[in-house]
């Protein structure tokens, strides 16, 4: 036998002894699972994601650097991290986001998509990462008001198109009708109504953003608003490894850093 076949023979066996070390210490191999093709990614390696990039403060550009930024952008990306992928936000105007996701442009919806049957017949979803309750807000103080049985009677300030408008009127109290939470709070504020009747995290983002209010909350609904990541139906897999990943993030804390660095609050439960 010649020298040269004696050396490719050694080479051969020293690779194939290699490769059953790997086998036998259970680390991966390099397959296609590396890059998240296992998944059905748009591109192979990267968790492609859609978000509005105008919806403070879940998703939005910073003052100054216009880097995108927001809650549900750094869970997208803490998640990305986890899995071991690249990501790319892709910026998608609301009215179109889900016709985006049915045409394959990107993997998953992070844009505090909430969670009910219709959208559940159509899409998958990842376990909630934001949990927020209906919550009734009051002048800091005020103790008339305690539960919404208290609001009958009352006056609240509430936007004619929303469903805090059917509840509060479900509750008895006498509606004044506003645009929004600005002037719902100017109204309170100002000791034109009782009380308005709206989210909790729009609550937490007002108290971030002002500080020292002199609002608080006197309720809770018992029914709150669930909101996660959003897929098509023939990502059942991806579905799994983001619920992983999200378990492992709330279980290291991360998931209340982020609530409480944008809301005041961990939101994640």
Same mark, same amino acid.
């Given at each position: 036998?010649?020298?040269?076949?004696?050396?490719?023979?050694?080479?051969?066996?020293?690779?194939?002894?290699?490769?059953?070390?790997?086998?036998?210490?259970?680390?991966?191999?390099?397959?296609?699972?590396?890059?998240?093709?296992?998944?059905?990614?748009?591109?192979?390696?990267?968790? #492609?994601?859609?978000?509005?990039? #105008?919806?403070?403060?879940?998703?939005?550009?910073?003052?100054?650097?216009?880097?995108?930024?927001?809650?549900?952008?750094?869970?997208?990306? !803490?998640?990305?991290?986890?899995?071991?992928?690249?990501?790319?936000?892709?910026?998608?105007?609301?009215?179109?986001?889900?016709?985006?996701?049915?045409?394959?442009?990107?993997?998953?919806?992070?844009?505090?998509?909430?969670?009910?049957?219709?959208?559940?017949?159509?899409?998958?979803?990842?376990?909630?990462?934001?949990?927020?309750?209906?919550?009734?807000?009051?002048?800091?103080?005020?103790?008339?008001?305690?539960?919404?049985?208290?609001?009958?009677?009352?006056?609240?300030?509430?936007?004619? #198109?929303?469903?805090?408008?059917?509840?509060?009127?479900?509750?008895?109290?006498?509606?004044?009708?506003?645009?929004?939470?600005?002037?719902?709070?100017?109204?309170?504020?100002?000791?034109?109504?009782?009380?308005?009747?709206?989210?909790?995290? #729009?609550?937490?983002?007002?108290?971030?953003?002002?500080?020292?209010?002199?609002?608080?909350?006197?309720?809770?609904?018992?029914?709150?608003?669930?909101?996660?990541?959003?897929?098509?139906?023939?990502?059942?897999?991806?579905? !799994?490894?983001?619920?992983?990943?999200?378990?492992?993030?709330?279980?290291?804390?991360?998931?209340?850093?982020?609530?409480?660095?944008?809301?005041?609050?961990?939101?994640?439960?």
């Amino acid at each position: 036998m010649s020298r040269t076949r004696t050396l490719l023979g050694l080479v051969a066996a020293s690779a194939a002894a290699l490769a059953l070390a790997a086998c036998s210490s259970g680390a991966p191999a390099a397959t296609d699972a590396a890059s998240g093709d296992e998944y059905g990614l748009v591109t192979a390696g990267t968790l #492609t994601v859609a978000t509005e990039g #105008t919806y403070r403060p879940f998703s939005y550009h910073e003052d100054g650097s216009g880097d995108l930024t927001g809650y549900d952008v750094e869970v997208a990306e !803490a998640v990305a991290d986890k899995l071991g992928l690249e990501i790319e936000f892709q910026e998608t105007q609301w009215d179109a986001i889900f016709a985006g996701l049915d045409a394959g442009r990107f993997d998953v919806i992070a844009n505090q998509v909430s969670i009910n049957p219709e959208r559940e017949e159509q899409y998958l979803f990842s376990e909630p990462y934001t949990v927020s309750p209906g919550v009734i807000v009051v002048k800091e103080g005020d103790s008339s008001i305690s539960s919404f049985d208290d609001l009958a009677g009352k006056t609240t300030a509430q936007s004619l #198109t929303s469903n805090w408008y059917e509840l509060a009127q479900e509750s008895g109290a006498n509606v004044e009708a506003v645009e929004g939470w600005a002037q719902a709070v100017a109204l309170l504020e100002q000791g034109r109504v009782d009380a308005t009747i709206n989210d909790k995290l #729009t609550y937490l983002d007002y108290v971030k953003t002002n500080g020292q209010s002199g609002l608080e909350v006197a309720a809770e609904t018992d029914d709150p608003s669930l909101s996660a990541l959003a897929f098509t139906k023939d990502k059942a897999d991806l579905v !799994a490894a983001i619920d992983a990943a999200l378990a492992e993030l709330r279980e290291e804390g991360v998931l209340a850093e982020l609530g409480d660095k944008y809301f005041g609050a961990d939101v994640s439960e």
